[in-house]
């Protein structure tokens, strides 16, 4: 769809979060700040707006691939708990922020800040290693 981030506007994309990989039905991003570390992003392959869009089938395989991310990511950070956002207000495609977090770290305790001041960014090395990590886990 024309002007949206997922589907057209790879620049933008890339500049917020790093591709990983293609699971069932979604696209597995990092994001770039990584506040909250190993955060990612899943975005749904198709457009689509609303979970409820989904038929009861692919809304079945977008949660599957929710978890599959969710615990790749826990398992990847050793997380205390892993924070799932869906918060599409002026970017109408679904997605939802997989958000880890470690008692004590960044957070815990409150809910997510999509954008922390100041963010928090890593080396190529560094993001290619908590990549690794997460892909290991899937």
């Known amino acids: 769809m024309k002007d949206c981030l997922y589907c057209e506007n790879v620049e933008k994309l890339n500049s917020l979060m790093i591709p990983i990989c293609e699971l069932g039905c979604t696209r597995l991003f990092l994001f770039r700040d990584q506040n ?57 495609h679904l997605h939802v922020h997989i958000v880890p977090k470690k008692k004590g770290g960044y957070g815990f305790g409150g809910t997510i800040v999509m954008n922390p001041e100041p963010a928090k960014f890593l080396s190529d090395e560094e993001y290619q290693e908590i990549i690794e990590k997460i892909k290991s886990n899937l």
């Open 36 to 92: 909250y570390y190993g955060r990612c992003v899943i975005a749904y392959k198709e457009h689509g707006k609303e979970l409820y869009d989904l038929t009861k089938e692919e809304a079945a395989e977008f949660i599957a691939d929710m978890q599959k991310v969710g615990l790749a990511i826990q398992k990847a950070v050793d997380a205390d708990k892993i924070n799932y956002g869906m918060f599409s207000d002026t970017l109408a």
